[in-house]
Nanobody, 114 residues
Framework: QVQVVESGGGLVQPGGSLRLSCAAS????????MGWYRQAPGNQRELVAQ??????TYADSVKGRFTISRDNAKNMVYLEMNKLKPEDTGVYYC?????????WGQGTQVTVSS
């Protein structure tokens, strides 16, 4: 049974930084895609960043401020978020893929406010 668990959310002031972590377990195979999505109140869930077989993609709104990375040995994916803005507020979800099947974590809240 694949499990995906996020951590690292919290309250931060505008301009601050946070680091999110996601641990994926339950598979003897590598997760071919690992990524982060977010959902703000009243909005649809959107892709923030993902690593797909070594190819990294970012949403335009976070380019230059967020950095995604993964530790293959630990099946972990991280999201380093810098220069945070109030519009970055939302629930951040980790999603991993085994082949074409995706698995979501439960989400972690990020609030950017003074």
């Amino acid at each position: 049974q694949v499990q995906v668990v996020e951590s690292g959310g919290g309250l931060v002031q505008p301009g601050g930084s946070l680091r999110l972590s996601c641990a994926a377990s339950g598979s003897v195979f590598d997760f071919n895609v690992m990524g982060w999505y977010r959902q703000a109140p009243g909005n649809q869930r959107e892709l923030v960043a993902q690593i797909n077989s070594g190819i990294i993609t970012y949403a335009d709104s976070v380019k230059g401020r967020f950095t995604i990375s993964r530790d293959n040995a630990k099946n972990m994916v991280y999201l380093e978020m810098n220069k945070l803005k109030p519009e970055d507020t939302g629930v951040y979800y980790c999603k991993v893929y085994l082949g074409s099947r995706g698995y979501w974590g439960q989400g972690t809240q990020v609030t950017v406010s003074s």
